[in-house]
């Protein structure tokens, strides 16, 4: 279908979803959960051949992790669209309403964005996570995947049209631009008739290309180069099971740990921990000199490996000082993403929270649980690093504006 066509029909699409009732919704999702478990067959037949061409195509472990559906991930889409299904609908949502000298009542509540468009990559899952989160709050969508997943997203939107069909639901509450060119990318970025707000997710090239050449608003999510910090009073023994969690979990995600800071008085003994558990998996580590020190079989890093997100079995390791050091290091060359700090120590853990610039800041937990099936969002449109609007996982109210609605008796304005 023409760029054109697929705007009006979403432009239309989104006049009919702001004004359906909450419990229509849920249904619908509902719905939807069940057609993607009829479809699970039907959908990872399609994956595969995008796996198939992806191994090809030489794809990183990390990134075929990614693309990779199983029917216990269909499982966690369908899930997740329950979930989203429970939660408080935002939409109509009264935030505040006070009173005027003159008589005006002014309140403001949440409101439908309208059209969202999100292009993304090697991750069939977004697609039913983003029509989940963008249908609750009265949202149509607009889909531009990479082309490595193209058969996996055509399969999942087709299950979710099929049971829009049973629902008697406009079926452009989510389309699917399947033409993967150049041109089209960049046409959909200017598409500003049609389109009210569009997100990107992957990696920083793409990230930065919808930046760069985006005419609609944008919403920044961001790549994640996150940090552990292992400080002097850390538990080593928890230093070294989150470590192993936030770096192996799953290798190819944005919360996945890609840098350790380590204070020098733990470090000669916690790093021989930390290596052998990770050696364990194939991680390969990159220390700086104090760290190759300590442990002679590491690569020694660069000044590149500590901006780096690796997506990949390796991590860069940096000895420090003292608490104020790592918060410096980490605040240099982290994405804004998730950061974590180990540590017995209140006022370290405060400092931490307080010093560190970035959307998402644990103490003593896994930087993998930035993710908003996590956070109880039922799933995430993405993680914002930006500052406006929204910052951290994006649920529901990440995808609502507002407007004012003001209550008169005839007042004018002298």
């Known amino acids: 279908m023409d760029l054109m066509e697929i705007g009006k029909g979403a432009k239309i699409a989104s006049k009919k979803l702001q004004i359906m009732g909450t419990a229509l919704k849920n249904q619908v999702l509902e719905q939807v959960a069940v057609g993607l478990m009829e479809d699970?067959?039907?959908?990872?037949?399609?994956?595969?051949?995008?796996?198939?061409?992806?191994?090809?195509?030489?794809m990183s472990q990390?990134?075929?992790?990614?693309?990779?559906?199983?029917?216990?991930?269909?499982?966690q889409m369908a899930e997740g669209l329950r979930q989203v299904a429970a939660l408080e609908d935002p939409i109509g949502e009264v935030l505040s309403m006070m009173n005027r000298?003159?008589?005006?009542?002014?309140?403001?509540?949440?409101?439908?964005?309208?059209?969202?468009?999100?292009?993304?990559?090697?991750?069939?899952?977004?697609?039913?996570?983003?029509?989940?989160?963008?249908?609750k709050t009265g949202n149509a969508v607009i889909l531009k995947g990479g082309s490595d997943a193209l058969y996996s997203n055509i399969a999942i939107v087709e299950s979710i049209h099929k049971s829009l069909r049973r629902m008697e639901v406009d079926e452009n509450a989510i389309s699917l631009i399947t033409d993967t060119d150049r041109e089209t990318t960049t046409a959909f970025m200017r598409l500003n008739d049609y389109l009210d707000v569009l997100i990107p997710r992957g990696g920083a090239g793409l990230i930065q290309a919808v930046v760069k050449n985006?005419?609609?608003?944008?919403?920044?999510?961001?790549?994640?180069?996150?940090?552990?910090?292992?400080?002097?009073?850390?538990?080593?023994?928890?230093?070294?099971?989150?470590?192993?969690?936030?770096?192996?979990?799953?290798?190819?995600?944005?919360?996945?740990?890609?840098?350790?800071?380590?204070?020098?008085?733990?470090?000669?003994?916690?790093?021989?921990?930390i290596r052998e558990r990770l050696l364990s998996h194939s991680v390969e580590l990159r220390g700086d000199e104090a760290a190759v020190t300590i442990c002679p079989d590491f690569s020694r890093a660069t000044e590149e490996d500590w901006g780096t997100e690796y997506l990949d079995y390796i991590m860069s390791v940096k000895i420090v000082s003292n608490i104020d050091e790592a918060i410096a290091h980490i605040n240099t060359f982290n994405t804004g993403h998730s950061e974590s700090i180990i540590t017995t120590d209140y006022n370290h853990a405060e400092k931490?929270?307080?010093?560190?610039?970035?959307?998402?800041?644990?103490?003593?937990?896994?930087?993998?649980?930035?993710?908003?099936?996590?956070?109880?969002?039922?799933?995430?449109?993405?993680?914002?690093?930006?500052?406006?609007?929204?910052?951290?996982?994006?649920?529901?109210?990440?995808?609502?504006?507002?407007?004012?609605?003001?209550?008169?008796?005839?007042?004018?304005?002298?």
């Not at 969202?116 to 029509?131: L, M």
């Open 101 to 135: 000298p003159n008589g005006l009542r002014i309140g403001k509540k949440r409101v439908p964005m309208g059209v969202v468009g999100i292009i993304y990559e090697a991750r069939p899952n977004v697609t039913a996570d983003a029509f989940g989160l963008c249908f």
């Open 214 to 273: 985006a005419t609609v608003p944008v919403i920044e999510t961001g790549t994640g180069n996150c940090h552990i910090y292992v400080d002097e009073t850390a538990d080593l023994s928890m230093a070294v099971d989150i470590i192993e969690n936030a770096k192996t979990q799953r290798i190819g995600v944005c919360n996945a740990c890609e840098s350790l800071v380590i204070h020098k008085a733990v470090a000669p003994k916690v790093l021989p921990m």
């Open 352 to 414: 931490f929270l307080n010093e560190i610039d970035a959307a998402c800041v644990y103490v003593n937990a896994s930087t993998r649980f930035t993710d908003g099936f996590e956070f109880g969002f039922g799933a995430e449109i993405g993680i914002s690093t930006q500052k406006l609007h929204a910052r951290g996982p994006m649920g529901l109210e990440a995808l609502t504006s507002t407007k004012y609605i003001i209550y008169g008796n005839g007042q004018t304005r002298p």
């Open 40 to 58: 699970t067959a039907t959908i990872i037949a399609q994956n595969e051949l995008d796996m198939d061409r992806g191994k090809e195509n030489h």
């Open 62 to 75: 990390g990134l075929l992790d990614r693309l990779l559906l199983t029917p216990e991930r269909i499982e």
